[in-house]
């Protein structure tokens, strides 16, 4: 496995793998799906939160890493939240799956790490747990998705705190405030206003 490493034949496959194999739901959700969606999240969050204070280089480095931030999933295939956690609780810092995810693809590894401890790697994982949310409470079936569904949101209020913590002179505001828009509960919904003419 050391020479394995993901190339653009993999990055091509991204359309084809699905996630959320433990849940059932109406469709699937490609990874190319999602790393769309998380980078889009995450760039109206640098807007929201950021404004023009951030360089091009900074914007760019954010977006890379969101896009990029699930790829080794195209080898591993997708586990489960629970799973990862419970493997790190039992490997501490021998964790096998992050030394996996460095070898097929240490590019991602370096972004990861070029993030770490910023409130830019709050912020992907802020925008990673919004598109669960959202696609888990839309698409999800059954009461298992249900509770997969609210323990996301839960996981995304438990890390929106810790980036308030970290971070207070930020306006994490926005997140829920966006959360709240791309659920409907907040601003128009552009299919009324058309289907309306």
């Known amino acids: 496995m050391r020479h394995l490493r993901l190339n653009m034949q993999d990055i091509a496959r991204s359309g084809h793998i699905t996630r959320w194999h433990s849940v059932r739901?109406?469709?699937?959700?490609?990874?190319?799906?999602?790393?769309?969606?998380?980078?889009?999240?995450?760039?109206?969050?640098?807007?929201?939160?950021?404004?023009?204070?951030?360089?091009?280089?900074?914007?760019?480095?954010?977006?890379?890493?969101?896009?990029?931030?699930?790829?080794?999933?195209?080898?591993?295939?997708?586990?489960?939240?629970?799973?990862?956690?419970?493997?790190?609780?039992?490997?501490?810092?021998?964790?096998?799956?992050?030394?996996?995810?460095?070898?097929?693809a240490p590019e991602i590894s370096k972004r990861k790490q070029a993030l770490a401890g910023t409130a830019f790697a709050d912020l992907v994982k802020l925008a990673d747990l919004m598109d669960g949310c959202l696609f888990i409470r839309e698409e999800g079936i059954g009461r298992h998705a249900a509770l997969v569904a609210e323990l996301t949101e839960r996981s995304l209020c438990e890390r929106l705190e810790e980036a308030r913590t970290r971070f207070p002179e930020l306006d994490w505001d926005q997140v829920w405030v966006l959360y709240r828009e791309m659920r409907g509960e907040l601003g128009t919904d552009n299919r009324f206003l058309l289907e309306q003419r």
């Open 25 to 104: 739901c109406a469709r699937n959700q490609t990874l190319a799906e999602h790393h769309y969606l998380v980078a889009m999240i995450a760039r109206e969050l640098m807007e929201r939160i950021f404004g023009d204070r951030l360089s091009p280089d900074t914007r760019l480095q954010v977006l890379e890493y969101a896009l990029t931030h699930d790829t080794p999933e195209l080898l591993t295939g997708d586990l489960p939240a629970p799973l990862k956690r419970r493997i790190a609780e039992i490997a501490g810092e021998d964790n096998p799956l992050a030394q996996i995810e460095s070898e097929i």
